[in-house]
C-alpha cells in the first residue's frame, strides 16, 4: 500500500510544479494581447504598424500557451475523460483499458520528446531564425516544445506506475454508481440481472 501512496504524494507534488509553469503560458497570452492591442490601436489612430513582426511572434508565443499546459492537463482537472464505457468495466478489465491508454499515451509522449529534442538541437546547432521584419531565434521555442513533452513523458510514466501499483495492491476499485452513469432509482445490474 506504501508504493501506490508514495507515488500519489510525488504526482501531487508533480502536478503543483506543473501549476506553477502555467505561469509562462498566461504571461504569454498577456504579451499577445499587448502586442495585439498596440498594433490595433496604431493602426486605427495613426495608420502604421507599432510593432513589427508581431503577428511572426504571437504565431511563436501560441508554443509557450499550447504545450507547456501539456503535463497539467494530463494531471489536473482539464484533462477530458472519456469513462463511461470504462467505468461499466470490471476492475481487471477497466485496469487493463487504462493501462493500454497509459502505453499510449507514454509511448507518444516519448516519441515527441525525442523528435522535438533531435529538432531543438538541429536549431541550436544551425540557428534557426524566422524572417519577418525583425529576425526571431527558433531555438527557445524548440527547447520549449522539446521541455514540454519531457514533462509530459514524466507525468505519464508517473500515472502508469500509480494504475499498476493501485491493482497491484487490490486498490483499483468499482467505480460509484454516479460515475458508472446509473441514478440513484435505477436498479444496479449484477451479471445482466437487475436487483429485485
Same mark, same amino acid.
Given at each position: 500500500?506504501?508504493? %501506490?501512496?508514495?507515488?500519489?504524494?510525488?504526482?501531487?507534488?508533480?502536478?503543483?510544479?506543473?501549476?506553477?509553469?502555467? #505561469?509562462?503560458?498566461?504571461?504569454?497570452?498577456?504579451?499577445? /494581447? =499587448? @502586442?495585439?492591442? +498596440?498594433?490595433?490601436?496604431?493602426?486605427?489612430? /495613426?495608420?502604421?504598424?507599432?510593432?513589427?513582426?508581431?503577428?511572426? !511572434? &504571437?504565431?511563436?508565443? !501560441?508554443?509557450? =500557451?499550447?504545450?507547456?499546459?501539456? #503535463?497539467?492537463?494530463?494531471?489536473?482537472?482539464?484533462? +477530458?475523460?472519456?469513462?463511461?464505457?470504462?467505468?461499466?468495466?470490471?476492475?481487471?478489465?477497466? /485496469?487493463? #483499458?487504462?493501462?493500454?491508454?497509459?502505453?499510449?499515451?507514454? /509511448?507518444? %509522449?516519448?516519441?515527441?520528446?525525442?523528435?522535438?529534442? $533531435?529538432?531543438?538541437?538541429? %536549431? +541550436?546547432?544551425?540557428?534557426?531564425?524566422? !524572417? #519577418?521584419?525583425?529576425?526571431?531565434?527558433?531555438?527557445?521555442?524548440? +527547447?520549449?516544445?522539446?521541455?514540454?513533452? $519531457?514533462?509530459?513523458?514524466?507525468?505519464?510514466?508517473?500515472? !502508469? &506506475?500509480?494504475?499498476? @501499483?493501485?491493482?497491484?495492491?487490490?486498490?483499483?476499485?468499482?467505480?460509484?454508481?454516479?460515475?458508472?452513469? @446509473?441514478?440513484?432509482?435505477?436498479?444496479?445490474?449484477?451479471?445482466?440481472?437487475?436487483?429485485?
Amino acid at each position: 500500500m506504501q508504493g %501506490a501512496n508514495k507515488v500519489s504524494r510525488l504526482l501531487e507534488r508533480y502536478k503543483r510544479v506543473n501549476y506553477w509553469l502555467l #505561469a509562462l503560458p498566461m504571461v504569454s497570452l498577456v504579451i499577445m /494581447f =499587448v @502586442l495585439d492591442a +498596440i498594433n490595433v490601436t496604431t493602426i486605427r489612430l /495613426f495608420g502604421f504598424r507599432a510593432t513589427p513582426s508581431s503577428k511572426e !511572434m &504571437i504565431e511563436e508565443l !501560441m508554443i509557450v =500557451v499550447v504545450y507547456v499546459s501539456l #503535463a497539467y492537463v494530463l494531471l489536473g482537472p482539464g484533462h +477530458i475523460k472519456t469513462d463511461m464505457l470504462k467505468n461499466r468495466l470490471g476492475p481487471r478489465l477497466r /485496469f487493463a #483499458a487504462e493501462l493500454l491508454g497509459d502505453t499510449a499515451v507514454l /509511448f507518444l %509522449a516519448v516519441f515527441c520528446t525525442w523528435t522535438t529534442t $533531435a529538432g531543438a538541437t538541429h %536549431a +541550436i546547432t544551425h540557428g534557426a531564425t524566422k !524572417m #519577418a521584419d525583425v529576425e526571431i531565434a527558433l531555438s527557445p521555442f524548440y +527547447i520549449v516544445i522539446a521541455v514540454s513533452f $519531457a514533462l509530459l513523458s514524466f507525468a505519464a510514466l508517473l500515472v !502508469m &506506475i500509480q494504475h499498476v @501499483l493501485c491493482f497491484k495492491e487490490s486498490r483499483y476499485s468499482q467505480p460509484s454508481e454516479q460515475d458508472r452513469g @446509473l441514478s440513484a432509482e435505477e436498479p444496479a445490474l449484477k451479471g445482466g440481472v437487475p436487483d429485485i
